[in-house]
């Protein structure tokens, strides 16, 4: 039990002996107590003057006077201040507290909570390489699976490849007008490099197409649908749906090369997946279910025979669901895996870890599900989250202006290469363990930058701010991790001394030991707002006590057996915390720097 729950405790059954009245944990709040103020946690009592027709100094000076008296292992003094009781707690509940726990890393699991949640994340388009902006959207996908698993969810990660659509044929399309039957291997390109090159080539070929039309007196609207190169785009589409063998051999072949390349990003960067769905599947069940929604006056035909929802009544407006020809949008196959998902998975909640800019599209897909009588429809969740950006701006897959998610981890890892060299503590390092720390603090450094942000917040990533021994970095939370263990390298806690509980613990001592303590409630908000930037930022914090802690006070050559003790278990937690921290967001931490 955390000592908030500890504290709420012991508040409702002291109101209920004091005032013979019944409380619960919600009706009043325990914060930590303000650094200006003495104390360490405070108990918030104006929710509680009305019901019990007290003052609150009177409240504070009697509750708190019965808490110190009853509870004297746990409260060791009280003040009040304007409708505040805060509470010093006892040096020997948090010498308890650091006894218990200093071994386990994996302090702060939850019991197995029953509930199951399905994270969507990655969801590429088979027609491109990953991308920056693919990287912020595996990273909290996977963070966020993690920390759920931790708070006792039962998670099944998941990735849509949208191998299908428009924008799939564009690259088909392009690699026959130009590849002369190029491939991945006679060219030596990686498979979803090789396939993105030809994608960006139709977006050349297409507007030198609509120029040559303009120039030749046809608007620019029409110009833009009778383009050659997209008009056989639009037909490749069409051949696809209907089943056209060669159409359907050279998309396999291109998206098996697509997919080779993204197995080894995946690879690099320590992603993985419970299960794969494919658009291509998905899609068909989302037609199904359109023309279900048809038969039940849900969706509508217009005159083209597209068929469309209204949401007008919702606010909204009217979205289409499938196009004149029959061939499918984005939202068909969002249906048809929403079922999917839940037919699989009887799930609790489904997160779709997705831009902002798709705000709009999850809207309605939860309405439309809903409309159709979907049980899929309440468990849907987004989580919704700011784009990456670079210094120079916005990037743009058509006009090749992405940063190239392989290009970005490569130069990662020769900045932190760079970085750790200039510093001159790895001579001793041989090389295939230097390229293993140059891996872990380049692709940490990564991580931790964009995770460091709350996902609602857009970001601008600078690769030379990411790798910073001193700064709000992963480098500088690995480093503390690395400097708990060259202490515990030259010596181990005690497991069988008895640690004297009743000597006063100094200030920074006493800090570590409470940052500390509240990494299970860490995890249990980062789990709660679906925000992995909780644990990197409380990662970060414990870093900065640790290094002060350090900095200031001898553990090997402590002042007695009793404080040495003391601090190599604080070592051996911070450490161990650390690293479950870290790894929850999918950072390693070296043993030494």
Request: glycine fraction near 6%; proline fraction near 3%; charged fraction near 25%.
């Amino acid at each position: 039990m955390s000592v908030t729950s500890t504290i709420q405790s012991a508040v409702i059954a002291a109101l209920e002996q004091l005032y013979n009245q019944a409380f619960s944990a919600k009706d009043f709040q325990i914060n930590q107590t303000k650094p200006e103020f003495e104390g360490d946690y405070t108990v918030v009592l104006f929710s509680l003057l009305k019901p019990l027709k007290q003052s609150p100094d009177a409240l504070g000076k009697t509750l708190g006077a019965y808490l110190t008296e009853t509870h004297p292992s746990l409260f060791s003094a009280f003040n009040v201040i304007k409708g505040f009781l805060n509470l010093n707690i006892a040096g020997s509940y948090w010498g308890a507290v650091l006894n218990d726990n200093y071994q386990d890393g994996m302090y702060g699991r939850k019991e197995k909570k029953g509930k199951t949640i399905v994270v969507e994340y990655a969801s590429p388009n088979t027609n491109k390489p990953l991308h920056l902006g693919h990287l912020r959207n595996i990273f909290l996908g996977w963070s966020i699976s993690e920390i759920l698993k931790a708070d006792g969810y039962d998670v099944v990660k998941t990735c849509i490849a949208n191998d299908r659509g428009i924008h799939i044929c564009k690259s088909m399309v392009a690699w026959q007008k130009f590849a002369n039957g190029a491939t991945p291997e006679s060219t030596g390109a990686k498979g979803d490099h090789f396939v993105g090159d030809y994608y960006v080539l139709f977006g050349t070929e297409y507007k030198k197409e609509i120029q040559e039309l303009t120039a030749k007196g046809m608007p620019e609207a029409e110009a833009e649908k009778e383009a050659p190169i997209m008009k056989a785009a639009q037909q490749m589409l069409v051949d696809w749906e209907a089943g056209k063998p060669e159409v359907i051999a050279l998309w396999k072949k291109m998206n098996s090369w697509v997919y080779a390349g993204f197995d080894i990003t995946y690879k690099r960067i320590g992603s993985d997946f419970d299960k794969m769905f494919y658009e291509s599947d998905t899609y068909l069940l989302g037609k199904k279910l359109v023309e279900e929604g048809l038969q039940k006056g849900v969706f509508f035909k217009k005159e083209d025979n597209s068929v469309w929802v209204d949401l007008t009544a919702d606010g909204l407006d009217e979205k289409i669901v499938q196009r004149k020809d029959g061939t499918a949008v984005y939202i068909t196959q969002d249906i048809g895996l929403a079922v999917e998902k839940y037919e699989a998975y009887r799930y609790d909640q489904s997160i779709y870890v997705v831009g902002d800019e798709q705000n709009y599209h999850f809207k309605v897909l939860q309405l439309i599900c809903r409309k159709l009588g979907l049980p899929s429809s309440e468990g849907i969740y987004h989580l919704s989250y700011g784009m990456v950006e670079l210094p120079s701006g916005r990037m743009k897959t058509r006009e090749g202006t992405v940063v190239d998610a392989d290009d970005m981890i490569d130069e990662m890892i020769k900045v932190a290469a760079q970085k750790t060299e200039e510093l001159g503590k790895v001579k001793d390092f041989t090389p295939d363990e230097l390229d293993k720390l140059y891996n872990t603090i380049g692709l940490g450094a990564l991580k931790f930058f964009i995770l460091r942000v709350d996902p609602r917040k857009r970001m601008i990533f600078n690769p030379e701010e990411s790798i910073d021994f001193h700064g709000f970095t992963a480098s500088f939370v690995q480093f503390s991790h690395a400097r708990a263990k060259a202490i515990l390298r030259n010596e181990q806690p005690d497991q069988h001394f008895s640690l004297q509980h009743n000597e006063a613990l100094l200030p920074l001592e006493k800090e570590l030991i409470i940052l500390l303590e509240r990494y299970p409630a860490i995890i249990q908000q980062a789990a709660y707002e679906h925000n992995p930037s909780v644990i990197v930022n409380y990662c970060y914090e414990l870093a900065k006590a640790f290094n002060s802690f350090v900095t200031e006070h001898r553990v090997l050559k402590a002042e007695t057996e009793n404080k040495k003790q003391l601090r190599l278990r604080i070592c051996q937690m911070t450490a161990n915390v650390i690293a479950s921290g870290m790894a929850l967001a999918g950072i390693e931490v070296p043993e030494r720097m």
